[in-house]
């Protein structure tokens, strides 16, 4: 009786120890599995919230000072066709171990490389310049003139990445853009009508004027942007991302996308609840800064221009740079930080060109800030459709991508992507060389 009781408390004993080591065991799977996550998590992530930037703002408080509530539908296809277009190109990072311009020189050759990496320069030039427009009207909040505050942002911006201390920084200016979330206190402080909020996105208002075609471009053009598309992908390889552990990029992709398109969205509730049901039409960063009124009141300017300023100084160094890096790596030159211009002139080129012409296009007297934003986003969006084919012929790649390939519900919902995006393109054209055609 004594060696069954003894034997029947050490039963007990080991079974309390091994339900002990089971939640210990799942404990420590549980913290990688989150390390794990933390790690590879980012590129979605910064890359979906790269359209969050001056450009961004600027379109989407002026689709809703302008439009009101009646944009906002549109950001039910952006949130599809940007989650889709995130995951395509972090997939091909992922599983080539490759870049987009890599690939693109690898594939289709030198022809078809020049006619993308041109596209690019353009595009990405064109968000460059907003960025230091950004830059001009958040300094010219604080009474410092676009004429000093400019040259001495290009400076440091370029200073910082040569010099290889930007990443000691560029966390203080993710930081000040996150002032951003704001808007989304101060749509609901703002009481929009929520139901005529509802209706705007179930019930689509479709018009044919040259206004309304713009905005939609713009819209498209700021938040699937052409240089997002590079960025992730580049991250995914430069991070080292396989096969794997793709599965925690797939989530961190689609998780950015849901951030960054619910900030657009509430930023144009914001606008609308405040500007355009008063009339006011955004023509500065001073109105654009009025949506955060509800929230901060008389501070609303400082805190608008702050987020301003940040989210332009981080853009502004980040975006030259991976246009560097893209056209470099395309062409096939030496690119890095760390070189010289003697040994690597093309990279080192490109990006002080970069930051050399949107600050000296940011300071050109008379320039309307706030419509030079907006016009350079609708420039990515009539760019956009040549490179979304580009990305679609390589992900179907058999021998690229094997079983890793789009499926069908990916390539219609990208393909049509392509066709809406060409259509609004060719449409927005069409009213601006033929205005006779439709009312303006």
């Avoid at 590879?40 to 379109?59: F, H």
């Avoid at 870049?99 to 064109?126: D, H, K, P, T, Y």
């Avoid at 989304?184 to 005529?196: D, N, Y």
């Avoid at 991508?401 to 809406?420: C, E, F, I, K, P």
Wanted: charged fraction near 15%; hydrophobic fraction near 55%.
């Amino acid at each position: 009786m004594v060696e069954t009781r003894a034997e029947a408390v050490r039963d007990a004993g080991r079974r309390m120890w091994r339900r002990g080591a089971r939640r210990v065991r799942n404990a420590a799977s549980r913290r990688r599995g989150v390390l794990a996550y933390l790690a590879i998590i980012g590129p979605g992530m910064v890359a979906a919230n790269a359209g969050n930037d001056a450009g961004g703002i600027a379109t989407y408080a002026s689709a809703g000072a302008d439009y009101g509530y009646q944009l906002l539908w549109t950001f039910i296809p952006l949130i599809i066709a940007l989650g889709i277009v995130q995951e395509t190109c972090a997939r091909m990072g992922a599983i080539t171990g490759k870049g987009l311009s890599e690939l693109i020189r690898e594939q289709f050759g030198v022809r078809w490389m020049a006619l993308v990496m041109l596209a690019l320069l353009i595009a990405n030039g064109g968000v460059t310049v907003s960025e230091f427009v950004g830059i001009a009207a958040a300094t010219e909040l604080f009474g410092v003139p676009r004429y000093a505050s400019v040259p001495l942002a290009a400076l440091a911006v370029w200073w910082l990445v040569v010099k290889g201390s930007y990443k000691r920084v560029e966390r203080v200016f993710l930081v000040m853009s996150l002032v951003f979330l704001g808007y989304i206190v101060s749509a609901f402080l703002a009481r929009p009508v929520w139901h005529e909020v509802g209706r705007a996105i179930i019930r689509p208002e479709a018009r044919l004027s040259g206004g309304y075609l713009f905005t939609i471009v713009a819209l498209i053009g700021t938040t699937i942007s052409p240089y997002m598309q590079v960025f992730v992908q580049s991250s995914v390889v430069e991070k080292g991302v396989t096969e794997e552990d793709y599965h925690l990029t797939r989530a961190d992709v689609w998780i950015g996308t849901l951030f960054a398109v619910a900030i657009a969205f509430f930023i144009t509730v914001a606008t609308a609840a405040t500007l355009h049901r008063v009339g006011i039409r955004i023509e500065s960063a001073e109105d654009a800064a009025r949506a955060l009124e509800p929230l901060a009141g008389q501070y609303a300017k400082l805190l608008f221009g702050v987020g301003l300023f940040g989210a332009s100084m981080l853009a502004a160094g980040v975006l030259p740079l991976a246009t560097a890096y893209s056209i470099s790596e395309a062409l096939g030159f030496e690119k890095g930080v760390s070189r010289s211009f003697r040994e690597a002139p093309i990279f080192l080129g490109i990006f002080t060109f970069l930051i050399a012409v949107g600050g000296l296009v940011a300071i050109t007297p008379g320039l309307p800030l706030f419509d030079v934003l907006l016009v350079t986003q609708v420039i990515n969006g009539l760019l956009l459709p040549v490179l979304l084919v580009t990305i679609l012929r390589l992900v179907n790649n058999r021998d690229l991508m094997g079983d890793h390939r789009n499926g069908q519900v990916y390539n219609v919902a990208s393909w049509l992507t392509v066709v809406v995006v060409s259509a609004l393109s060719l449409l927005f054209i069409a009213t601006k060389l033929f205005p006779g055609l439709v009312k303006l």
